[in-house]
């Protein structure tokens, strides 16, 4: 099915949003790995593991759209020096993700397209569910302390 450009730009937009932030995840997971910090390594693992479905689903509808995938763009990759700043850098890459799928969404249903839409929105979900994840490590650190809260993810 032939898409509409806009909406193909769009999607490849998001792709390499999505193939940024896997990039940065997997560094920082194999830096927490390699600290010790085994529930923050496996933590955001597991995002960088969304991110990549998240990138699979984005390709095949690019594809369904006889778009073609770029995948061989990639923005600017922040990889933080200690916890606190790996985490602010891995929230700013969620507060983007959910502006521009928040934008995707709306540029989807004023074209027309509720497919797009529909996997728009459930991509948003996961992203929102990030950012809040990240959020919460956050606010433990603030309550409890860097040193005590790195005690609690060995």
């Not at 390594?41 to 597991?46: A, G, I, L, P, R």
């Not at 990639?74 to 891995?90: Q, R, S, Y």
């Not at 996997?119 to 490590?137: F, N």
Request: glycine letters at 6%; charged letters at 25%; aromatic letters at 6%.
């Amino acid at each position: 099915m032939k898409g509409n450009e806009k909406i193909i730009e769009l999607l490849n937009h998001l792709l390499a949003e999505e193939l940024t932030a896997i990039s940065q995840y997997m560094v920082h997971s194999e830096m927490f790995a390699d600290w010790g910090l085994d529930r923050l390594h496996e933590m955001v693992e597991k995002r960088a593991i969304t991110e990549m479905k998240h990138a699979e689903a984005l390709i095949g509808r690019i594809l369904f759209l006889e778009g073609k995938p770029i995948v061989s763009k990639l923005n600017a990759i922040h990889v933080g020096a200690d916890t606190e700043k790996m985490m602010a850098f891995d929230l700013a890459a969620e507060y983007d993700a959910v502006k521009s799928y928040n934008a995707g969404v709306k540029t989807a249903m004023e074209l027309g397209d509720q497919g797009t839409r529909s996997l728009l929105s459930s991509i948003l979900k996961d992203e929102e569910a990030h950012a809040d994840e990240i959020e919460s490590q956050r606010e433990q650190i603030s309550l409890m302390g860097i040193q005590t809260y790195l005690g609690k993810q060995i």
